[in-house]
């Protein structure tokens, strides 16, 4: 049964094997910048800035129904801009783009163990949106923000609680 540490283990390795992420990292958005946990795909214990470009997994929201939840995440993908050359931007947003949309592909259509089984363990509701930004934060950013929905199968099931007896 997957549960939410699962769901963010699997973009950590998505974010691992992507060959133009060099940093990833969850949690808020005030932590964007200072809780990197991953940095040139190595824990980063002393919470060192980011290396561009950057994953960051934002949890939104679940939807529990009786059969499945539906875990809503905007993931950000996110590059430094240079302040004295702002022609930067747009390579930067279309690099950004092609990544977030390489994140939903891999949700969507890794079939393969090799590949991370991601579409046996998800299924990803379509639309979905992706947001351009450029935003000061501790460092000039922009980039995209995806929205995805991923739905997983996990029936409401009181037996398996760990309750005591009433």
Known sequence: MLN???IIDDFKQIADKHKQINSFGTGDIRQLIYLTQQK???PNTDNNA???PLMFVLPSSVQRD???LTYTFS??????MNAKNYDTETHI????LQIAEDVLAQFKYSVTSAEGDYEEKYDVQFPANIQSFSESYDDLLCGWTLTINLVIDNPLNRCI??????
């Open 50 to 52: 980011p290396t561009y």
């Open 4 to 6: 939410y540490k699962n």
């Open 40 to 42: 040139q795909g190595q």
């Open 75 to 80: 993931v950000v993908i996110a590059d430094i």
């Open 161 to 166: 609680a760990p309750f005591k007896p009433f």
């Open 66 to 68: 009786e059969q499945f």
């Open 93 to 96: 947003l279309s690099d950004t």
